[in-house]
């Protein structure tokens, strides 16, 4: 008899979210930071996390990142639970400060590719190959603090993408650029996902951004967390931003994210869009 040496499980999810609680111990008892959220993310998709401060994005995000446990659920990357980290799963930041200020731009896309033991000539074509598809090629021996804001988001971008990791995280990573080059980014992002197809995980607390970066958005509730509704918005992007049917679409999830209501004995909903 032929046995095959693994499962084949068709059409699984690449991410699978379950029914994820997550607590921070506090001064006095516990603070809840999502609860019970469930979600599944295909690969190549632009998956965005939304939903008001406080609601546990950033933390769902370092669950995936296997940066913390969850308290209740679990979380399984391509059918294996999440334990730890791991260069499967690779996060973009906020913050400008994420890269090495006393490295230079390939220097910094090099570190961890060289960390993981990848030979320096290979890690530096990859740096170079990546570096050039962000467009800092004539940048290369910069260092950050002589980059704006935009660039060292590209740099970030560039690093993250040259590991091949199976989904990128990304945490509000345009949140501190003025709003053009907010706009340039994601027609970048936009671009560069044209051509790669990564597998993408996008947190964001701006409707907009969501609607522009995600073909799949799950809104979530105020603190704690929950899940709220789950949209496909593959249909909107940078050339649809402003439309009728774009600001429909952002006013009902505006709604819905705002709308009040005890959200705690109300089912998830699908949004028709
Ligand atoms: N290290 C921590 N210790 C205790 N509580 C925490 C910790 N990190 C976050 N929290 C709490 O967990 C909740 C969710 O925080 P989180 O940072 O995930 O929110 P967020 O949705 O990313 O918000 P923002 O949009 O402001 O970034 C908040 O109530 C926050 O105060
Ligand atoms: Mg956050």
């Known amino acids: 008899m032929n046995v095959l040496p693994f499962q084949v499980v068709p059409n699984a999810p690449l991410l699978r ?35 008001p401060s406080g609601c546990g994005k950033s933390t769902l995000l370092k669950a995936v990142g296997g940066f913390i446990a969850p308290r209740a659920g679990s979380l399984q990357l391509d059918g294996r639970d999440i334990t730890g980290p791991g260069r499967d799963r690779i996060v973009v930041f906020q913050e400008f400060d994420q890269l090495a200020p006393w490295k230079t731009v390939r220097q910094n896309v090099m570190f961890p ?10 890690a530096e074509a990859r740096a170079l190959y990546w570096i050039g598809k962000v467009g800092l090629s004539r940048f290369l021996d910069a260092y950050p603090h002589t980059l704006s ?40 992002l936009q671009a560069l996902w044209e051509e790669v197809r990564f597998t993408m995980l996008f947190v964001t607390h701006s409707i907009e951004e969501a609607l522009v970066v995600g073909n799949r958005i799950l809104l979530l509730s105020p603190h704690p967390g929950r899940v ?34 005890d959200v705690a004995d109300e089912p998830a909903r699908a949004v028709q869009s």
Do not use: C
């Not at 979210?17 to 979600?39: C, K, L, R």
């Not at 590719?113 to 290979?122: D, I, N, Q, S, V």
């Not at 931003?241 to 705002?258: K, M, S």
């Open 149 to 188: 804001g935009g660039m060292k988001a590209r740099v970030a971008i560039a690093r993250a993408l040259a590991m091949q990791p199976e989904i990128l995280l990304m945490d509000e990573p345009f949140a501190a650029l003025d709003a053009l080059t907010r706009r340039r980014m994601h027609e970048e």
């Open 113 to 122: 590719l060289l960390a993981g033991k990848m030979p320096k000539r290979e």
């Open 228 to 261: 709220r509704a789950e949209l496909n918005s593959h249909q909107f992007g940078l050339h649809s931003a402003g439309g009728a049917e774009f600001q429909a679409t952002a006013g009902r999830i505006h709604d819905l994210l705002f709308g009040g209501g």
């Open 17 to 51: 979210a379950q029914g994820v609680t997550i607590e921070y111990p506090a001064a006095q008892g516990v603070v809840q930071a999502t609860h019970d959220v469930s979600f599944d993310v295909w690969r190549g998709d632009r998956f965005v996390l939304l939903g």
